[in-house]
Nanobody
Framework: QVQLVESGGGLVQAGGSLRLSCAASGRTLSSYAMGWFRQAPGKEREFVGGIDWSGSRTYYRDIAKGRFTISRDNAKNSVYLQMNSLKPDDTAVYYC????????????????????WGQGTQVTVSS
């Protein structure tokens, strides 16, 4: 089993930045693709972006391109989501996820294809 714990959320003004962290325990994440999802109140959960097992390949939805950066440190068993130029529409609970079945650098945008997820961390962007 893998336990994922997100941290780094909080309240920030529009235009500001936050760096979310996801720390894993139970197993090493070095062979897992990792994803970040978010869910705003009253809205469906949506994929933000992901990173392959090596960290050499990333995939972002349009909402994140140019503003968000995903990275990982396999030595620390951690994944990060750097968010810049935040907007009120970015307000949501952000979830870290792990895909143990990913091969060939594949990064899924589907929640159902991830095997583990954390409890989420709240990000609130004020206008």
């Amino acid at each position: 089993q893998v336990q994922l714990v997100e941290s780094g959320g909080g309240l920030v003004q529009a235009g500001g930045s936050l760096r979310l962290s996801c720390a894993a325990s139970g197993r090493t994440l070095s062979s897992y693709a990792m994803g970040w999802f978010r869910q705003a109140p009253g809205k469906e959960r949506e994929f933000v972006g992901g990173i392959d097992w090596s960290g050499s390949r990333t995939y972002y939805r349009d909402i994140a391109k140019g503003r968000f950066t995903i990275s990982r440190d396999n030595a620390k068993n951690s994944v990060y989501l750097q968010m810049n130029s935040l907007k009120p529409d970015d307000t949501a609970v952000y979830y870290c996820t792990a895909d143990q079945s990913s091969t060939m650098g594949y990064i899924s945008s589907r929640w159902s294809e991830y095997d583990y997820w954390g409890q989420g961390t709240q990000v609130t962007v004020s206008s």
